[in-house]
């Protein structure tokens, strides 16, 4: 079975365009070009360059000896937090905004939700000298302060989205409506593996050197280049389609979603889609998302910021379905005292997006002897307000 | 009959269509707005089914959608309120909305409903071309239901040709790309662009929207269009709080002028 897109711009059942005419220009231009662009030699080399000198990676594949203790397994962090601006966004944004300089765009736009695909996007304008403005939430601007304010350093404008739950979802539309606005000298950095094809396309591909790192650094380490299991978390999913990318074809590799259940994924305050969800369209693709019996989209719930989306990008849909990869959930809580272990134990304070990823080692049984690769997809500092609040520190 | 091909081969002059978003203000005004629309003149109308996250539209009907959500509408009440909709409403009518909705009342049930209830075509703005040939063009010919699209100053000639073959009812032709409710400013390139699409002769009739709120708009419309379509500005007045069936007599007097029937 293949996992990947097809030329029609689908992932089985999921995927697609669905998008008004006046997007379409754009969508069409990209989708001619995204393959042309990122396949070439000297597109290749400044990637990887940048990847390198400016992000700072090859991101650490850390053995982390307490947590492996603690859970009876051979535990693997892929250190994304180490990443400048401290997520993993940052790599979809290179890649982006050198697509977007190829098609001679001027002018990026993007949604952000926690903050960091805002920060990575306006950092990577900062540094292409671009125009930038960024979309995000209303509520999540007040949750995330920090970050508005480093994406204001950076010189990017920030606009509140504040229509509908005010969260990401709200963010995404804003952004939609200023391309439409805005049809020939503007590029969408979607942050996520969402969107119109060929976004989610493009978007796992600049993920997936996560995976691709960690393959030689598991092989380095342990003489194999896959593990038993390899666990991301899930919002949209960007961070985990770059875990998962080159495991897909492994199939003895169990890949492991981790949703925000938030209080729980029956409390009705839960971002846990493919639990919660049914097959539609949000944001120009066909996957699953969170709707009521009349297909109006439902406003989702979790403690952090990034994994508030009603949705799953379509490859995650595919991955669902397909039963290739698990969708599990974790809840507020879970995912706090996962974030508060992790610290205590490694000296490493997680985004709380990817303390949902950690929560689930708790859940799962080891023999002993398995390997396991958590993508710690971001770190603690934008979440500090929300873990002092939740611990009473 | 078709009404729609009826309206544009015997209309002598600009045809007027107004949108509205059904269950605003108030869940059960959806008939009572459409027959003082045909009262008052209008040609033909756009009845809008509500989306939560409608990304081609502005503020107006934003904001006109979530309160019709508020109010409790949804597809399956909309056809009910259509059922009377031919004892009381003669010019053609579109439905307008977003494709999740449909998809979730089921493409076949929702052409199957729209035709009972003697609707004559579809706007779905975010329904892609690929997916409407392959998927849904079938179900649309089956209970004779036109489905409208939309072109832009953006979308190329061949595109238009394209949309132009696959279309049997009239094409929307935006006045710029926007989203909705932003006034339209004719400068020299949407002139041009007008221009440039009355002379490719298309073989169906074009009707422009986005922008039109008043008669001057209206009319520069018509200089290029088989007519034009007001939303945003219709949507405002039905806003404007007790009395808005009043009020729309005067609404389209005023857009279409004195003079023209």
Redesign the interface.
Known sequence: MSYHVNEKGYYGDFGGAYIPEMLYPNVEELRRNYLQIINDESFKKEFELLLKDYVGRPSPLYHARRLSERYGATIYLKREDLNHTGAHKINNAIGQIMVAERLGKKRIIAETGAGQHGVATATVCALRGLECVVYMGEIDIKRQAPNVARMKMMGATVVPATSGSKTLKDATNEAMRDWINNPVDTHYIIGSAVGPHPYPDMVARFQSIISEETRWQLKEKTGKETADYVLACVGGGSNAIGMFYHFLDDEDVKLIAVEAAGLGVDSGESAATTVLGKEGVLHGSRSILMQTPDGQVVEPYSISAGLDYPGIGPQHAHLFKSKRASYVSATDDEAMQAGLLLTRLEGIIPAIESSHALAHLEKMSFKGGETVVVCLSGRGDKDLDTYIRYFGL | MNRLKHLFEHKKGPALSIYFTAGYPELNATLDIAEALEKAGADFLEIGFP??????D?PVI?ESS?KA?DNGM???ILFKQLKDLRKRVTIPVMLMG????????GVENFCRDAAKAGVDGVIV????M??YEELYSECFAKHQLSNI????????EE?IRKIDSLSNGFIYL?SS???TG?NLSVSQNVEDYFKRIKSMNLDNPVVIGFGISDHESFQKANQYANGAIVGSAFVKLLGSGDGYLEKIPEFIRKIKGSGVS
Not at chain 2, 51 to 56: E, H, K
Request: charged content about 15%; glycine content about 2%; hydrophobic content about 30%.
């Open positions: 989306y939560s996250d409608p990304v081609a502005g934003q979530q959500l949804t597809l399956e977003y494709v999740n909705p449909v998809l979730q009342y703005p975010d329904l892609p690929y997916e699209f939309l072109v832009t100053p953006q979308t190329s595109r935006l790309s926007s989203t932003k």
